[in-house]
C-alpha cells in the first residue's frame, strides 16, 4: 500500500497559513483531505474536495477512521502554533499511522509579529521553526527584521516569500544530503585528477589540482569518523548531562568546564547551545565563557584528528591543546571582566543541536544516531571543501610565499587567523588543511589558524546574535583574537618559531 503524503501548514493565527493554502491548492486535480486545527480569519476555497475542522478530542483513532474510509492522494494540515507542536508529532509518527502515511514538507508561515512570539512563546514555535523544510517568509515580514532570525534558528530551510516558489518544493525529490554532497565530491576529485592528463604543460594547474585531491582524500575519513563519533556523542551524553553537572563557583566552573570538554564531548553545533544553557543556569560567566573557548579545542575527537592528521605527532596534540587551555582561560577572565552580559538570554537562542531535524522520522536510537552524523558530515563537508580549495589556492600564490619567508610573523599569523574565521571549519577536520598551509606558512601562524578558528568563526557569530547583543560579540570577538594572537607570538618566541620536541 502506497503511503500518502501529508504537508503541514504551521504558524500563527493572523499568519495568513489559509490564505497560503488557498494558493497552493488553487490547480490540484487530486483527492484532498484538509485537517484545519484552528478556525483562522479566512476560510478555504469551497472547490477543495474534503475538509475537517478538527476538535480538542481529536486523537489517533480518529484520524485512523479518516484514513480508512477514503483513499486520498495527499493530505494537508494547518496547525495553529500556539499548540504546541509536539502534539501533532505525537498524533503523526505512531506506527498505526504511518502505515497510511508520512510527513513529506513542513511549512512554516511567519508572522509580522515574529519576535514578539518567539520572546514570549519561544518553547512553542521553536520546534516547529527548527522542523520546517520550507518557511514562508512574506516581504512584510522580512522588513520587520524576522528573516535573519528564522534563518539562524534553520539554516537548511528554504525562506521564501513567493507562494509559486514553495509550491515547486513541494513536488521536489529529496536526495540525501551526505549522498549527493559525496557524488559531488567524487566528481570534482575526478575533474582534478583529469586536469594534469588534458594540460600537461600547465604544470602549476596540474600542482594545483594535486594539491586540493590530496586534502580531500586525507580529510574525507576524518569527516566520516568524526561525524559518527560526535554523533554518537550527542545521543549518549546529552547537553542536559553537562548542565546538570556544572558548580556554581568560578574557579570551580572552570575547571569544570576544562574537564568537560574533554570527557564529555559534544559537537561543535552544541557549543553554543550549551553556553546559551550555562548563561540561563546563572553559572559563573567566566566559567560559559572557558567552555565556548576550550569545548571545541580539548575535544579528545579533534585530539585524535589533530593526531593523525599531523603524521602520528603527539608533540602537535600537545601544543594545540595547551595553548587553546591557556588562551581559553585568558579570554574568559577578559570578558568577564570587559563584557557585561546583563540582557536575559531570549527563548529564541538557539538552544539545541542543530542536527536535530531529522528526529521527527524516528525516535530510535538508531535513527537519531544516522540522521545526526548525516547533518553533520553534509554541514563541515562543505566548508572542508572550500578550505582545501583555498589552502591549494594559497599555497600558489607567490606572494604568501614571499610574506611567510620574510620577517613578517605577524601578518602571517593574522592572516591565517582571518582566514579561520571565514572558513567556519569544523574543528575534527581543520587540522588536515592546517598541516597542508605548513608548506607555506611559519608554524605558529598554522597554530593561530586552529586555535582562533574553533572559538570563533563566521558560524558561531552567527549562532551567537540569536541570544546576545552585537556589541558584545563583537568584543568577543575581538578578545578572542588579541589573545589568540599573542599567545602565539608569545609561543613563536619560546620556542624560536618550531615544534617542541
Known amino acids: ?81 500556539m499548540r ?13 499511522i504511518q502505515q497510511y502515511c ?12 515574529e519576535k514578539m512570539y518567539l520572546s514570549n512563546m519561544g518553547n512553542l514555535v521553536i520546534p516547529a521553526i527548527q522542523s520546517a523544510d520550507i518557511i514562508y517568509c512574506p516581504r512584510e515580514t522580512s ?59 600547465n604544470q602549476s594547474l596540474a600542482k594545483w589540482s594535486n594539491i586540493v585531491t590530496g586534502i580531500l582524500y586525507e580529510g574525507i575519513p576524518f569527516l566520516i569518523i568524526g561525524s559518527m563519533l560526535s554523533a554518537a556523542m550527542q545521543i549518549l551524553v546529552p547537553d542536559a548531562i553537562i548542565l546538570k553537572y556544572f558548580p556554581k563557583g568560578k574557579i570551580q566552573g572552570m575547571v569544570v568546564a576544562i574537564l568537560m570538554s574533554f570527557f564529555l564531548p559534544v559537537c561543535d553545533c552544541a557549543v553554543i547551545p550549551v553556553f546559551f544553557g550555562l548563561l540561563r543556569k546563572k ?23 589533530t593526531y593523525f592528521a599531523f603524521g602520528n605527532n603527539g608533540n602537535m596534540v600537545l601544543i594545540r591543546s595547551i595553548t587553546g587551555v591557556v588562551s581559553g582561560c585568558i579570554i574568559a577572565l577578559l570578558c568577564n571582566y570587559f563584557i ?24 530510535s536510537k538508531f535513527h537519531r544516531f544516522i540522521g545526526h552524523a548525516s547533518e553533520e558530515f553534509y554541514s563541515i563537508a562543505i566548508y572542508f571543501l572550500i578550505g582545501a580549495i583555498l589552502s591549494a589556492t594559497l599555497q600558489m600564490i607567490s606572494f ?4 611567510s619567508r620574510g620577517t613578517t610573523t605577524s601578518l602571517t599569523i593574522i592572516l591565517l587567523m582571518i ?72 609561543y613563536n618566541v619560546i620556542s624560536g618559531g618550531g615544534w617542541l620536541s
Open 283 to 305: 553559572v559563573p560567566k567566566i566559567a560559559a565563557y572557558t567552555y565556548l573557548c576550550v569545548a571545541p579545542i580539548v575535544n579528545p575527537f579533534v585530539m585524535l584528528a
Open 1 to 81: 500500500m502506497n503511503q500518502i503524503p501529508i504537508n503541514i501548514v504551521c504558524g500563527f493565527i493572523g499568519s495568513g497559513k489559509t490564505t497560503l493554502l488557498n494558493k497552493l491548492l488553487a490547480e490540484y486535480q487530486v483527492k484532498l483531505l484538509v485537517l484545519q486545527f484552528e478556525e483562522g480569519e479566512s476560510e478555504l476555497n469551497e472547490g477543495l474536495p474534503v475538509r475537517h475542522l478538527i476538535e480538542e478530542d481529536f486523537d489517533m483513532n480518529e484520524l485512523l477512521k479518516l484514513l480508512k474510509s477514503f483513499r486520498y492522494d495527499e493530505i494537508w494540515i494547518e496547525w495553529n502554533s
Open 143 to 201: 522588513r520587520m527584521g524576522s528573516y535573519s532570525l528564522l534563518h539562524n534558528l534553520n539554516r537548511k530551510a528554504k525562506i521564501t516569500g513567493k507562494a509559486r516558489v514553495v509550491r515547486s518544493h513541494l513536488s521536489r525529490v529529496k536526495v540525501s544530503s551526505p549522498g549527493l554532497l559525496l557524488l559531488y565530491t567524487v566528481l570534482f576529485a575526478s575533474i582534478l585528477w583529469l586536469v594534469p592528463t588534458f594540460s600537461p604543460a
Open 340 to 363: 557585561s552580559l546583563d540582557e536575559q538570554i531570549p527563548q529564541y537562542a538557539i538552544t539545541n543541536c542543530q542536527c536535530g531535524r531529522y528526529l521527527r522520522n524516528g525516535d
Open 419 to 490: 582566514t579561520a574565521f571565514f572558513l567556519c571549519m569544523c574543528s575534527m577536520a581543520d587540522a588536515v588543511v592546517a598541516k597542508s598551509l605548513l608548506t607555506q606558512f611559519p608554524f605558529v601562524s598554522v597554530l593561530a589558524f586552529l586555535l582562533f578558528g574553533p572559538m570563533m568563526d563566521l558560524k558561531t557569530y552567527l549562532s551567537l546574535s540569536t541570544g546576545l547583543s552585537k556589541t558584545n560579540i563583537r568584543k568577543m570577538t575581538v578578545i578572542m583574537f588579541v589573545v589568540c594572537f599573542f599567545v602565539t607570538s608569545i
Open 84 to 96: 504546541n507542536f509536539d502534539e501533532l508529532m505525537q498524533l503523526l509518527l505512531p506506527m498505526e
Open 400 to 403: 604568501f610565499d614571499q610574506l
Open 102 to 113: 508520512y510527513i513529506n514538507k513542513i511549512i512554516y508561515v511567519a508572522d509580522q509579529n
